[in-house]
């Protein structure tokens, strides 16, 4: 079955440290995006991608980075730029931008030690 | 840029019975797509019904309906036959229609026996 495979589900960083979100596509999706989750504030975008090797930022992405080298695949860093990074984060893809429903991953949730 | 306001927090209803959930959206275009997405606790976003603004007639899907009001912005979701499945939070969100989606806070359906 067609989808979207996030990894690892949990995550745990240290003070200081980069750490790579997966997220890898099997419905040959030309688009795809990375949401921030937390309590109360709905999804915010941090990147997204309308094809590969090139991507725009969202509303927050700053302390975050992403690459666009496969099709498949739009992995995210967070970097210890980023202060707060405690949250959940969804990774999705659509046909293109624009006009069409996005479909997501389960998710990652990060957490600091 | 454009909001997307739900006003309701939380809203409980019991099983059988009917809920409307509130949205109201902020533009200036004339052409648009909405859409609402539930996540359930497992937290996987899952599309629930699209609306094309050029489009007079209410999507419907199964025992989900929207009463879209152009004029007013407005953007509600109609759940009929509630079921204890249907508890989750739901997200309405915004897409202009050459860009990306932008959500509401959500609003969490709790579903009684």
């Known amino acids: 079955d067609g989808g979207i495979t996030q990894s690892p589900k949990y995550l745990f960083r240290k003070e200081g440290q980069n750490v790579t979100l997966s997220c890898e596509q099997n419905l040959n999706h030309d688009a795809m995006y990375w949401y921030r989750q937390d309590p109360g504030q709905g999804l915010r975008l941090i990147y997204y991608s309308q094809i590969v090797n090139d991507f725009q930022k969202g509303d927050i992405a700053e302390g975050y980075s992403v690459s666009r080298e496969k099709k498949e695949s739009f992995p995210l860093t967070v970097t210890s730029a980023q202060k707060n990074p405690t949250a959940f984060y969804l990774c999705?893809?659509?046909?293109?931008?624009?006009?069409?429903?996005?479909?997501f991953g389960d998710g990652t949730r990060l957490s600091i030690l | 840029a454009q909001t997307v306001t739900q006003s309701q927090p939380e809203m409980s209803v019991q099983e059988a019975e009917t809920v409307t959930l509130s949205c109201t959206y902020d533009?200036?275009?004339?052409?648009?797509?909405l859409f609402w997405y539930k996540q359930p606790p497992s937290r996987q976003m899952i599309l629930v019904i699209r609306q094309e603004a050029y489009k007079q007639q209410n999507a419907t899907e199964n025992r989900f309906s929207v009463n879209f009001q152009k004029a007013a912005k407005s953007f509600s979701l109609k759940i009929s036959d509630s079921q204890l499945g249907d508890a989750a939070m739901y997200f309405c969100?915004?897409?202009?229609?050459?860009?990306?989606?932008?959500f509401g806070k959500g609003t969490m359906l709790l579903v009684s026996p």
């Open positions: 969100a915004y897409d202009r229609g050459y860009s990306t989606l932008t």
């Open positions: 533009t200036s275009e004339s052409d648009y797509y």
């Open positions: 999705a893809s659509s046909t293109r931008v624009g006009r069409t429903s996005q479909h």
